[in-house]
Nanobody
């Protein structure tokens, strides 16, 4: 059974930085596109950034250069480096990836990690 596990969330002051990590485990044969989403209270889940299998990133317009997405295909991990955090960045952050075990290919989601930006 393949799964994704996020880590690195927590409480940070406005203007601060935080790095989120996502690790794939199980019988993972290959990982295709990966992405970070977030969902704030009372709002819909939205894309933060994605990165394809070649490592090319794409960001939501509102990121404005504050976040950096990266991946390590060998270690089967993905990170999101966040800086200049604002209170509006408070949300549960989810990682997602399209993965295959060599037999079936599906989208997987992590359980989410809470990021709270507050003084």
């Amino acid at each position: 059974q393949m799964q994704l596990v996020e880590s690195g969330g927590g409480l940070v002051q406005p203007g601060g930085s935080l790095t989120l990590s996502c690790e794939a485990s199980g019988n993972v044969h290959r990982i295709y596109d990966m992405a970070w989403y977030r969902q704030a209270p009372g709002k819909q889940r939205e894309l933060v950034a994605n990165i394809n299998s070649r490592g090319s990133p794409n960001y939501a317009d509102w990121v404005k250069g504050r976040f950096t997405i990266s991946r390590d295909s060998y270690k089967k991990t993905m990170t999101l480096q966040m800086s200049s955090l604002e209170s509006d960045d408070t949300a549960v952050y989810y990682c997602t990836a399209e993965m295959t075990d060599g037999f079936s290919r599906s989208d997987y989601w992590g359980q989410g990690t809470q990021v709270t930006v507050s003084s």
